[in-house]
């Protein structure tokens, strides 16, 4: 097809305390005794948030471990886990930043899907529906509450499990959620949207429909991050509303060189998303060059420290890796550079730009 033809989310509700509303917009969507899992980030174990899960029957929580970025190995073992304790599961449930929503899509594809999720990393390889899933952000930024990928990092590659049956069935927007988490944190995440904007705007795939929603997302960044004062509970709405059409936009787009390059980090550092894009970004001048400069002024404004030489010391094979890593996300580069690409980001410039970070 030449015109891509996208699955969104199925349902979006919206609003400070949205969130109580969980038991009723489960209810219709419980089969029989089969419990709902609620996969919720650790960082909530014994906190309110922990005792406001509308648990009926069988249903369980389970805190998802995101010390690292999600795993297919973890992926599996808790879709096997599931079916060995429940047979079959109602729904699951996400509650917290990019790597939870993205372990709860993983693990609802998982359910019904045979074999590993590390079998369905790329585009369009997903053969079923999971079971119903919800996603419910905690942090602000990634895109994940909308996007039809799940990003894992599999036994060869991290890629996502890019496919129809990816979105959620149900995402609950509820700022109050974001209120508490801290300002490295939430400034790393909400960098992950406005990178998203800028990759998006800047890309040779855009579009309207792309570009609708990344203006609109970058302008809702720059309000939070450049022109208020402090943080406040509109920050918190502004941002979530920023996360939502920041993926929107690369939803009919893509992201561009600081993602493709920072996939490489991940992969061989174990850095994470949001602060590895950040590290990327900060050096990125020759590409985005007003995004570059608007970004360190949001820094400094911020009082965030982004951290320096972290590549420093590797050996050539770890630079390779990187490498090979990073060229593998072909579209991104498409996006990025052009259909002549390849020519452009040659292995040794991109080893260059590998050696700044
Ligand atoms: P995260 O989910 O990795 O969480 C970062 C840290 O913040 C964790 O320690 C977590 O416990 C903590 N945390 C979460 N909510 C909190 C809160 N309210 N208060 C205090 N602490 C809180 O961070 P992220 O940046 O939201 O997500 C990054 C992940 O998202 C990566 O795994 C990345 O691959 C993925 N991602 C997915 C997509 C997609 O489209 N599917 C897009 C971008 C990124
Ligand atoms: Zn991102």
């Not at 061989?268 to 060059?289: Q, R, S």
Request: hydrophobic share 35%.
């Amino acid at each position: 097809m030449t015109f891509r033809n996208f699955k969104m989310v199925g349902y979006v509700v919206y609003g400070r305390g949205c969130f109580n509303q969980l038991d009723e917009l489960l209810a219709p969507h419980r089969k029989g005794d089969a419990p709902m899992i609620f996969l919720l980030d650790h960082y909530f174990e014994n906190r309110p948030l922990a005792r406001r899960i509308p648990l009926r029957g069988k249903d369980k929580v389970i805190f998802a471990d995101v010390s690292y970025e999600p795993k297919t190995s973890y992926v599996d073992r808790l879709a096997t886990e599931l079916k060995q304790e429940f047979g079959t599961v109602s729904g699951i449930i996400g509650i917290g930043g990019g790597s939870t929503m993205d372990l709860a899509k993983a693990v609802s594809l998982m359910m019904t899907n045979p074999g590993s999720s590390a079998d369905y990393q790329g585009w369009d390889l997903v053969k079923l529906p999971g079971v119903y899933k919800v996603g419910i952000p905690t942090l602000s930024g990634t895109g994940a509450e909308v996007s039809r990928t799940t990003v894992l990092t599999g036994p060869t590659k991290k890629l996502g499990m890019n496919s129809d049956f990816t979105p959620f069935d149900q995402i609950v927007l509820d700022p109050e959620l974001t209120a508490d988490a801290p300002v490295n944190q939430r400034f790393y995440t909400g960098m992950d949207c406005y990178i998203h904007c800028i990759e998006s705007l800047e890309g040779t795939y855009l579009n309207e429909f792309s570009k609708s929603y990344g203006e609109k997302a970058l302008q809702l960044c720059q309000e939070v991050y450049v022109k208020k004062q402090g943080w406040d509970a509109d920050s918190d709405d502004k941002l979530m509303m920023a996360s939502y059409a920041g993926g929107m936009s690369i939803a009919y787009s893509q992201v561009g060189v600081a993602h493709a390059v920072s996939y490489g980090l991940a992969y061989l550092l174990g850095t994470k998303h949001g602060i590895g894009n950040c590290i990327v970004f900060d050096k990125l001048e020759e590409f985005y060059p007003e995004g570059v400069r608007e970004f360190k002024k949001m820094v400094e404004k911020n009082k965030i420290d982004i951290p320096q030489h972290i590549t420093k010391g590797l050996t050539d094979e770890q630079f390779n890796t990187m490498i090979d890593v990073s060229l593998v996300m072909k579209p991104l580069w498409e996006n990025a550079l052009g259909k002549d690409w390849e020519k452009i980001m040659t292995r040794d410039r991109l080893r260059a730009l590998y050696e700044k970070l």
